[in-house]
């Protein structure tokens, strides 16, 4: 699978994570970045841009 000529990068992440850990809202703006909402569906659909 690719898409535009790359590949994804994957791996399976096999353990269980805790119910009510958050991250602070500064680590949190700094992925918010790379987000960019869809015009049609700005509050579902967004795509994320590589780092």
């Known amino acids: 699978m690719t898409w535009k ?3 994804p990068h994957t ?3 096999d353990n269980t ?3 009510g850990i958050t991250i ?8 918010q970045q790379f987000w960019h909402p869809s015009e049609n569906l ?3 659909d967004i795509t994320i841009a590589p780092l």
């Open 5 to 7: 000529g790359k590949h």
């Open 17 to 19: 994570y805790k119910k």
């Open 42 to 44: 700005p509050k579902w």
């Open 24 to 31: 602070q809202s500064s680590e949190l703006h700094f992925y």
């Open 11 to 13: 791996y399976l992440i």
